[in-house]
């Protein structure tokens, strides 16, 4: 069985422009999470989708990003435009079920955003 | 605030030694604790889960946890080389399904 799956692994781009990651999770999954790491931080969360609709963007940081999941499938975090402090690796998490954590959470291996 | 604190070492230990993680965390409403390791360049992996104060053995981990100190606390036996990676402490309050993550720990496990 696939695991989460995140695209581009890496992504390298100029202050003010546009990226757009993206994220599957396991089949099945209605609960998504988009994180983020940040250099010497802690990863923090961004938000949480059920399905297609957002259960939780309490840490979203601002209207520079943009989370969709249409269809209750994958989902794509858009930054537009990039500021050098979203430099950061981005993991997407799905897990089965109830929004519980207990029932484990799958992180996928994270996208390795730079913006210079 | 909630807060998770680790200290970010690294921590070295000989092979075959015990390697002793803490993780500290700042709100008393929390109910469950989670252990990560995150080997570099790949995907957090949960290894341990508890929920109630004491002990939860799982094969060489041991996770440790004291409500009443707020700290939360894994034990790696018989430490090996692969073992070498960071693991992260993640702690969710009663009323909340995200968890809250600490900085994480790097181990380093030398033969």
């Known amino acids: 069985e696939a695991g989460v799956t995140q695209f581009p692994s890496h992504s390298v781009i100029e202050k003010g422009q546009t990226v757009t990651l993206r994220c599957d999770p396991i089949s099945g999954h209605d609960n998504l999470y988009w994180y983020r790491r940040v250099m010497g931080k802690e990863i923090k969360f961004l938000l949480h989708?059920?399905?297609?609709?957002?259960?939780?963007e309490s840490g979203m940081p601002n209207n520079r990003f943009l989370a969709e999941r249409t269809g209750g499938t994958y989902s794509t975090l858009k930054v537009q435009p990039a500021e050098l402090e979203d430099s950061g690796v981005y993991f997407c998490?799905?897990?089965?079920?109830?929004?519980?954590?207990?029932?484990?959470?799958?992180f996928g291996q994270g996208t390795r955003l730079t913006v210079v | 605030q909630k807060e998770v604190e680790q200290n970010s070492g690294p921590l070295s230990v000989p092979e075959g030694a015990i390697a002793s993680l803490n993780c500290t965390y700042s709100?008393?409403?929390?109910?469950?604790f989670f252990w990560y390791r995150q080997y570099s360049g790949k995907s957090p992996e949960l290894i341990m889960s508890i929920y109630s104060n004491g002990d939860k053995e799982d094969g060489r981990f041991t996770a440790q946890l004291n409500k009443a100190s707020q700290y939360v606390s894994l034990l790696i036996r018989d430490s090996q080389p692969s073992d070498s990676a960071t693991y992260l402490c993640a702690v969710r309050a009663g009323g909340s399904y995200i968890p809250t993550f600490g900085r994480g720990t790097s181990l380093i496990v030398h033969p």
């Open positions: 709100d008393r409403g929390s109910q469950s």
């Open positions: 989708f059920v399905k297609e609709s957002k259960q939780d």
């Open positions: 998490a799905s897990s089965q079920g109830p929004a519980r954590w207990d029932t484990e959470a799958f």
